[in-house]
């Protein structure tokens, strides 16, 4: 049943593109640094009514576009009146505007690529993050990498004629790499010595099942329940339309304090559409905290101001588009919403009884793909062999007849 119900919203993201191809005039463009969905809907004459009149939850999404996304408009013949539009809000979900005859309409729906697994190994010559992107093209690659393996190896020891192997995930979308690459088992061999790191059940492991440490963050509020849960598509079985919550609520009175889940510098701190008051903090590692719909903010926090893991920052509220007193805490990695339960822990994670066996057996597996591929010199695919398999569109060009 689920599957049925999914179909209309695919098939409708499948006729956007077919109708690209057809004869209208279709536009790729980059999200404007600083560009709200508001100004968006005034500078292109279309009626801001149609953000006021949406829920608080699809209100909050539409202050989760990211500057830089690429999104897709399409006009009609002579340029003069757009016809549609696609703006991603993650690797999972878009906005959809369409033009109809009272109007426009807005909708979520998923966002339709193809994904990718592939394996290969590199002999290091200079350095594994400028190797890897000498022989894939792909520098967002070569950072999951690095970024995998960095508080567990010292690059520094390896030496030229070492080892590297990858398998790895990565989505498709019109041809272009879509998202963030995930390192699903790596090795480095330095030497005769191999290093490995698997993830599993969305973290990393060594190979006997001890957890890889990373950046560590606390719980932003103290003796507070979860009142709403990450997740960046789902599917709502009453309403039949997509959901998407790129954060976690913690439910509590106004005036509980909020406090900074990791050492980091404010780089905002003033209203922000609907999630009201709102309190950014930029962490090493590429990670910035989102704190939502606050009462207030303590005193002296500003943006510029460096703050320590657990410093007050300010008090739970209801401003924005909020029906009830709660925090929205937000995590993002290197601008991308990541689920925040995920990655607040108190400490290194060791695998016992079924979850070390199952590991095991996964990591068994992931160490002969690996293998094969030093073992056989498996050569892995450049970027742009993939873009001549699906041609993108040109930044601004016509598409058909």
């Known amino acids: 049943m689920k599957r049925q119900s999914l179909m209309p919203k695919l098939l409708l993201t499948l006729l956007f593109f077919s109708s690209l191809l057809c004869a209208s005039v279709a536009q790729r463009a980059p999200w404007p640094q600083g560009e709200s969905f508001l100004h968006f809907l005034e500078k292109n004459d279309i009626p801001q009514s149609l953000y006021w009149n949406l829920d608080k939850e699809d209100k909050e999404l539409c202050e989760e576009i990211r500057a830089g996304v690429p999104y897709y408009t399409m006009y009609d013949d002579n340029r003069s009146v757009i016809e549609q539009v696609l703006i991603p809000l993650n690797e999972e979900l878009q906005i959809h505007?369409?033009?109809?005859?009272?109007?426009?309409?807005?909708?979520?729906?998923?966002?339709?690529?193809?994904?990718?697994?592939?394996?290969?190994?590199?002999?290091?010559?200079?350095?594994?993050?400028?190797?890897?992107?000498?022989?894939?093209?792909?520098?967002a690659l070569a950072y999951a990498f690095?970024?995998?393996?960095?508080?567990?190896?010292?690059?520094?020891?390896?030496?030229?004629?070492?080892?590297?192997?990858?398998?790895?995930?990565?989505?498709?979308?019109?041809?272009?790499?879509?998202?963030?690459p995930v390192?699903?088992?790596?090795?480095?061999?330095?030497?005769?010595?191999?290093?490995?790191?698997?993830?599993?059940?969305?973290?990393?492991?060594?190979?006997?099942?001890?957890?890889?440490?990373?950046?560590?963050?606390?719980?932003?509020?103290?003796?507070?329940?979860?009142?709403?849960?990450?997740?960046?598509?789902?599917?709502?079985?009453?309403?039949?339309?997509?959901?998407?919550?790129?954060?976690?609520?913690?439910?509590?009175?106004?005036?509980?304090?909020?406090?900074?889940?990791?050492?980091?510098?404010?780089s905002y701190a003033g209203r922000l559409g609907g999630y009201g008051n709102v309190i950014k903090i930029r962490h090493r590692?590429?990670?910035?905290?989102?704190?939502?719909?606050?009462?207030?903010?303590?005193?002296?926090?500003?943006?510029?101001?460096?703050?320590?893991?657990?410093?007050?920052?300010?008090?739970?509220?209801?401003?924005?588009?909020?029906?009830?007193?709660?925090?929205?805490f937000g995590l993002y990695k290197n601008g991308r919403p990541v689920n925040p339960l995920g990655v607040?822990?108190?400490?290194?994670?060791?695998?016992?009884?079924?979850?070390?066996?199952?590991?095991?057996r996964y990591?068994?597996?992931?160490?002969?793909?690996?293998?094969?591929a030093a073992d056989t010199n498996a050569t892995p695919t450049m970027m742009e062999d993939l873009s001549q398999a699906m041609v993108p569109f040109d930044r601004d060009a016509r598409i058909g007849g």
């Open 344 to 360: 607040i822990k108190i400490a290194k994670k060791t695998l016992y009884g079924k979850s070390r066996k199952k590991f095991l």
């Open 183 to 266: 390192i699903e088992a790596a090795m480095i061999a330095r030497g005769k010595k191999p290093y490995y790191l698997f993830r599993f059940n969305d973290r990393y492991y060594d190979v006997r099942g001890r957890e890889i440490e990373g950046f560590i963050f606390r719980k932003p509020v103290n003796h507070v329940r979860i009142t709403s849960r990450f997740t960046l598509r789902r599917y709502h079985p009453v309403l039949k339309r997509y959901r998407a919550h790129l954060g976690v609520d913690f439910g509590g009175r106004t005036g509980t304090p909020v406090m900074a889940a990791a050492d980091g510098r404010v």
């Open 363 to 372: 990591a068994s597996q992931m160490k002969k793909e690996l293998k094969e």
């Open 97 to 139: 505007l369409k033009r109809t005859q009272s109007g426009y309409s807005f909708e979520l729906i998923p966002v339709v690529y193809k994904e990718m697994t592939e394996a290969f190994a590199i002999s290091i010559e200079r350095s594994p993050y400028q190797d890897i992107i000498k022989a894939t093209n792909n520098k």
């Open 146 to 180: 690095v970024d995998a393996f960095k508080n567990s190896f010292d690059f520094t020891r390896l030496r030229k004629g070492d080892t590297v192997a990858i398998v790895y995930r990565e989505k498709l979308r019109l041809g272009r790499t879509h998202g963030t």
């Open 285 to 328: 590692d590429g990670f910035m905290t989102l704190y939502a719909h606050l009462h207030k903010f303590r005193r002296g926090i500003r943006r510029g101001k460096y703050v320590k893991k657990g410093q007050v920052i300010g008090y739970i509220g209801s401003t924005g588009m909020s029906t009830g007193p709660h925090l929205h």
